[in-house]
């Protein structure tokens, strides 16, 4: 399907690859089909910003990144029955995203380790959902970013 964006243009997308999230994101309940968007050129690392972009409506695209490569022990607790519509879930199919906040000032940029996206990847399922622990919403990351950066350096 072709899909036009605000930041990519007009992008096509193998229907295989929209996922459908029944409950939208938080805040916004009516959008429901998505995809993730990322250099392809690069692949997927897991330090890499890519992008949730909105089906229904091009102009929305939510920054998202893998939290566990800067934060490792990363391990969010679910309540079962938010997350029962997306099928069985197991580590090989489970793929979770957190939203990055980037402020004008580079160094206060963060994700949110309060609300998840949870996507099963056997289905295209997904869901944003709020955890139970007590994970912060702005979890800074530009010094883990600054670190790594130096670590590859070397």
């Known amino acids: 399907m072709k899909a036009k964006t605000r930041f990519f243009g007009e992008v096509d997308i193998p229907q295989e690859k929209v996922i459908t999230m029944e409950t939208g994101m938080i805040g916004f309940p009516a959008l429901k089909h998505f995809a993730l968007i990322f250099d392809e050129e690069k692949g997927i690392d897991k330090s ?35 997350i029962a519509p997306l099928g069985t879930l197991t580590p090989e ?44 919403v702005k979890f800074r990351i530009y010094d883990l970013l600054q670190a790594g950066k130096e670590k590859a350096g070397e």
Do not use: R
């Open 48 to 82: 890499n910003i890519m992008w949730l972009q909105n089906l229904d409506d091009g102009d929305i695209a939510f920054p998202v990144m893998i939290p566990t490569k800067l934060k490792p022990d990363y391990a969010p607790n679910v309540s079962e029955e938010i």
């Open 93 to 136: 199919n489970t793929y979770i995203l957190v939203t990055v906040t980037a402020p004008a000032k580079k160094e206060d940029i963060s994700i949110n380790l309060k609300a998840p996206v949870i996507i099963n990847t056997d289905n295209n399922k997904g869901v944003q959902l709020i955890v139970e622990d007590n994970y912060p």
